[in-house]
């Protein structure tokens, strides 16, 4: 009987370490979740003033300060300032890098249409790939990668 009890103890132990660890991941992934918010509504923010800019100053438009999306490796980087492509720091545990993919024209745009960078069109966009990093406890570490567009 003393066998069996302590099987038991063990096996519940194990459980209750295996449920802790997937709610560590969890609060990771939710981390990551929620710099790539803070990240899409820094973007549009940023789209928005700089429309705002070149349409008041009649300037070309430019596409929001961001590394090349093809530049960095997200999974050898230490998410530090120590890193040579800067990340933001949205709090300890919520980070986030956003890279510059490229300007493309909307299907809907007319054929004509050319997009670069300095026109103020809302048929064109810049993508830009935004990585996210969470981390949770126990080391659980999560990446989320989304791609993400905004009008000129």
């Known amino acids: 009987l ?4 302590v099987m038991a103890m063990n096996t519940s132990d194990t459980q209750y370490k295996l449920a802790g660890n997937l709610q560590f991941e969890d609060v990771a992934m939710s981390n990551a979740e929620q710099a790539i918010d803070a990240a899409e509504r820094w973007l549009e923010q940023d789209a928005a003033i700089k429309r705002a800019t070149a349409a008041a100053t009649n300037t070309p438009f430019e596409h929001s300060t961001a590394v090349n999306a093809a530049s960095f490796v997200p999974s050898t980087m230490t998410w530090t300032g120590a890193d040579p492509y800067p990340s933001v720091m949205v709090n300890d545990s919520q980070r986030y890098i956003i890279g510059f993919v490229s300007t493309n024209k909307l299907p809907s745009a007319t054929a004509t249409l050319v997009c670069t960078n300095t026109t103020i ?3 064109c966009v810049d993508t830009y790939l935004i990585t996210a990093r969470g981390l949770g406890g126990r080391g659980a ?3 989320i990668q989304v791609y993400y567009s ?3």
């Open 2 to 5: 003393m066998l069996l009890g």
């Open 121 to 123: 069109s809302f048929d």
């Open 141 to 143: 570490t999560k990446l």
């Open 150 to 152: 905004v009008t000129h």
